[in-house]
């Protein structure tokens, strides 16, 4: 068997041999994929990456030959998971929101809109808005007739309330 010709600088070749023969490494290499892609699929709480990047380690250390042991590969495992877990979950999760925008993305109070029909007080009607057909409530005290702007004082689920601007 022809081994690569860095055989000699990183490990001996009794256990460059067992690389070779022994596959436990690609277990927790595949496993770890699997967890990272788990974890990009799923909308939880930033947890399961760690235990990937867990056993991506664990699975470059059974490469190396270091844990030949399996129990060993799995105490190791469940150490570095838990350790980056508790270390660096919180940091990392402040690190990301602290790009989030403050308070409302897109608000919709203060736009302007354009009655549909005649909407009388506090009767509901039709209105569009950023070119879409709202159900409007008007809050004003006076009649809004067709194709009147308004104001949208506010938002309740998806009825816009306005009033004659």
Not at 14 to 29: A, E, P, Q, T
Request: glycine share 12%; charged share 15%; aromatic share 12%.
């Amino acid at each position: 068997m022809m081994f690569p010709p860095f055989r000699d600088w990183l490990v001996p070749e009794s256990r460059l041999r067992g690389f070779w023969l022994n596959m436990d490494w690609w277990i927790w290499v595949l496993a770890g994929l699997a967890l990272l892609a788990f974890e990009v699929a799923s909308p939880g709480g930033f947890y399961v990456f760690f235990f990937g990047v867990g056993a991506l380690a664990v699975g470059l250390l059974a490469a190396l030959g270091v844990p030949e042991a399996l129990w060993l590969q799995g105490v190791l495992f469940t150490a570095l998971s838990v350790a980056s877990l508790l270390c660096f979950r919180r940091p990392i999760l402040n690190k990301m929101q602290a790009h989030a925008p403050a308070g409302e993305v897109d608000s919709l109070v203060g736009e302007r809109a354009v009655a549909q029909g005649k909407i009388v007080p506090g009767g509901l009607g039709k209105a569009e808005l950023r070119g879409s057909t709202w159900n409007a409530r008007n809050a004003g005290e006076s009649a809004i007739g067709r194709d009147q702007l308004c104001l949208v004082e506010r938002v309740d689920g998806l009825t816009l309330w306005i009033r004659a601007d």
